[in-house]
């Protein structure tokens, strides 16, 4: 399957993108994890690939930077394993891999739910893309009518790079908070057509097949998360950039790298107008951290 180009095109005179920048995923059943996982850590290192791979029995998430020959055959190895022919790849472009190093680990979930009832592969949730959700949003309801609410699954310091206007945002630390929250305010959304959004699709798409499981009637998941909408629409609808697991921190609604960094100390997002502040020292500290005891 062809995978989807997320980064925007080099201008004249620029100097090319020299790495390639892949983010996918899939929920299928995976078995003998430990036999797999010498096998991607092989072709990743023979490829000189960086990023992570997580295996789990539910499924393949993957984060991962290369050159454009390499990641293509390393797709095309993935691609050989029949559970995964399908696998789409969201990507990127930038001067310099998105990663330092390369791991392989073996984890419970692909993304931390703690909701074992929730099997993704036995029937996805509903889905809207990219286009559709800005024709809605542009109208103010669905086909049907009805008012179109957007739900934010991503931790509060994410969001607070950027997100969708007017978006639910229960400020969580960690995604197994939200299935609580998501129930206790179930009569919010009643008569409401409601859209769950991530990054890339992981998060929203857990969290839509949580909400159908528990009686939302009228649940959602956004295609391929804010990158692929990025993609298709741009930033129509959304305040801010989006912040993403990599040295880059955060892209526009041009797939660009912006100036936003973490804190190397405490790890907190800096936005451009905070590292103006005198507390901000490169590798030190930041207006979050600064003054305050570390553990």
């Known amino acids: 399957m062809q995978a989807s180009t997320l980064g925007a095109p080099v201008q004249a005179g620029a100097a090319p993108a020299l790495f390639v920048n892949i983010a996918a995923y899939k929920f299928i059943t995976l078995e003998n994890l430990e036999e797999l996982r010498p096998q991607y850590q092989d072709i990743t290192q023979r490829l000189g690939l960086k990023g992570t791979i997580l295996l789990t029995p539910e499924g393949i998430n993957m984060f991962l930077s290369g050159t454009r020959e390499n990641i293509d055959e390393y797709l095309a190895w993935v691609r050989a394993d ?81 997100t969708f206007d007017n978006t ?36 929203c798409e857990k969290a839509a097949i949580h909400m159908q499981n528990i009686g939302y009637d009228n649940v959602y998941q956004l295609e391929g998360g804010i990158l692929k909408y990025f993609e298709d629409v741009g930033g129509a609808h959304y305040t801010g950039d989006c912040f993403v697991f990599d040295y880059r921190t955060a892209l526009n609604p041009q797939l660009q790298p912006t100036e936003t960094v973490q804190c190397f100390a405490c790890r907190a997002v800096v936005t451009p107008r905070q590292q103006l ?19």
């Open 82 to 162: 029949a559970r995964l022919a399908d696998l789409e790849a969201k990507e990127s472009l930038s001067t310099e891999q998105s990663h330092k190093r390369m791991l392989v680990k073996i984890k419970a979930e692909i993304i931390t739910m703690r909701m074992p009832l929730i099997k993704p592969e036995e029937g996805r949730a509903p889905f809207v893309d990219a286009k559709t959700l800005k024709r809605w949003l542009d109208a103010g309801h669905d086909d049907n009518g009805k008012p179109v609410v957007m739900v934010d699954t991503r931790n509060d310091f994410e969001v607070d790079v950027g």
């Open 277 to 295: 502040a005198p507390e901000y020292v490169y590798e030190v500290s930041c207006p979050h951290c600064h003054g305050k005891a570390r553990d």
């Open 168 to 203: 639910v945002d229960y400020r969580i630390k960690k995604f197994t908070e939200f299935p609580q929250l998501i129930e206790e305010h179930k009569a919010d959304f009643e008569g409401k057509t409601v859209v769950t959004f991530c990054t890339g699709g992981i998060r």
